[in-house]
């Protein structure tokens, strides 16, 4: 998603689509990549670890758009797309809509090694490009992106929303246990462990209408998750009519926020 402002600056791509980085831009990936394996051990869902078996990332060196376009071509026809640091809404739906995945080409600096407010390439590559091989994951980003285009700015607000308890912060049920598919908990150290395992942690059942009413922070660890049964819940989502469920949401109150606002 984009964000107000950043104090990074993609990497330009050259002819080829290389992004050119740095050794100690190498060593961060590095560090980042080996230390959340060990973490995401148990608590991400299967279908993300096979995805990340697919994707065959490098841990010595950032790995380049193009090489994980190759694999998610082959496997759902997914793309991804450099971009600078922030991109308008407009752009951002668009890619999506034609399956393309925007992925802004810079990474993290050691200062911000724990925690990021901006989506790097880290959790670009790692937390979400895995499950964009997965086709139910796939068509519903699909579609959210092409009902994100037609959208007015105010359904957009509304969802962002549902892209934010899916997509970036979302729980599955498995035969195993409670797993996290999001991408923003599975590039993150302290999410990871926080979704799952936190006490203090509400865990709700996805509801469409529920997620559209509740709003969202992007500077804290979230008080609230959204847990879906399968993904083929989330392909359910890309067949019905969710414009009207959003329309309908417009005229209702928001639930009162689960946090300090």
Same mark, same amino acid.
């Given at each position: 998603?984009?964000? #107000?402002?950043?104090?990074?600056?993609?990497?330009? =791509?050259?002819?080829?689509?290389?992004?050119?980085?740095?050794?100690?831009?190498?060593?961060?990936?590095?560090?980042?990549?080996?230390?959340?394996?060990?973490?995401?051990?148990?608590?991400?869902?299967?279908?993300?670890?096979?995805? %990340?078996?697919?994707?065959?990332?490098?841990?010595?060196?950032?790995?380049?758009?193009?090489? =994980?376009?190759? =694999?998610?071509? @082959?496997?759902? $026809?997914?793309?991804?797309?450099?971009?600078? &640091?922030?991109?308008?809404?407009?752009?951002?739906?668009?890619?999506?809509?034609?399956?393309?995945?925007?992925?802004?080409?810079?990474?993290?600096?050691?200062?911000?090694?724990?925690?990021?407010?901006?989506?790097? %390439?880290?959790?670009?590559?790692? $937390?979400?490009?895995?499950?964009?091989?997965?086709?139910?994951?796939?068509?519903?980003? @699909?579609?959210?992106? #092409?009902?994100?285009? &037609?959208?007015?700015?105010?359904?957009?607000?509304?969802?962002?929303?549902?892209?934010?308890?899916?997509?970036?912060? $979302?729980?599955?049920?498995?035969?195993? $246990?409670?797993?996290?598919?999001?991408?923003?908990?599975?590039?993150?150290?302290?999410?990871?462990?926080?979704?799952?395992?936190?006490?203090?942690?509400?865990?709700?059942?996805?509801?469409?209408?529920?997620?559209?009413?509740?709003?969202?922070?992007?500077?804290?660890?979230?008080?609230?998750?959204?847990?879906?049964?399968?993904?083929?819940?989330?392909?359910?989502?890309? @067949?019905?009519?969710?414009?009207?469920?959003?329309?309908?949401?417009?005229?209702?109150?928001?639930?009162?926020?689960?946090?300090?606002?």
């Amino acid at each position: 998603m984009s964000y #107000k402002e950043t104090s990074y600056v993609s990497k330009p =791509v050259d002819a080829n689509g290389f992004a050119h980085y740095t050794k100690e831009e190498d060593a961060v990936w590095h560090d980042l990549i080996v230390r959340q394996q060990k973490i995401i051990v148990n608590r991400a869902c299967d279908e993300y670890i096979h995805g %990340l078996k697919l994707l065959n990332l490098p841990q010595d060196r950032v790995p380049q758009c193009n090489e =994980v376009t190759k =694999v998610l071509q @082959e496997t759902t $026809g997914w793309a991804l797309e450099p971009v600078p &640091a922030l991109i308008p809404f407009e752009q951002f739906f668009r890619l999506l809509a034609n399956r393309r995945f925007p992925a802004a080409t810079f990474i993290r600096t050691r200062e911000d090694f724990d925690y990021i407010k901006e989506p790097d %390439l880290f959790h670009e590559i790692f $937390g979400h490009s895995p499950l964009l091989t997965n086709p139910a994951y796939a068509q519903y980003a @699909e579609h959210y992106g #092409k009902l994100g285009l &037609a959208a007015t700015p105010e359904e957009r607000v509304k969802l962002a929303r549902l892209f934010w308890f899916t997509v970036e912060f $979302g729980l599955i049920e498995t035969p195993a $246990g409670l797993r996290a598919y999001g991408g923003g908990i599975l590039s993150s150290i302290e999410e990871t462990v926080y979704a799952l395992e936190n006490p203090s942690v509400q865990r709700k059942p996805f509801d469409v209408m529920d997620a559209l009413l509740t709003p969202y922070r992007i500077d804290i660890k979230q008080p609230i998750y959204f847990v879906i049964k399968s993904f083929d819940q989330l392909f359910q989502l890309a @067949e019905m009519d969710l414009m009207s469920a959003v329309r309908k949401t417009l005229h209702l109150h928001d639930h009162v926020p689960p946090h300090p606002c």
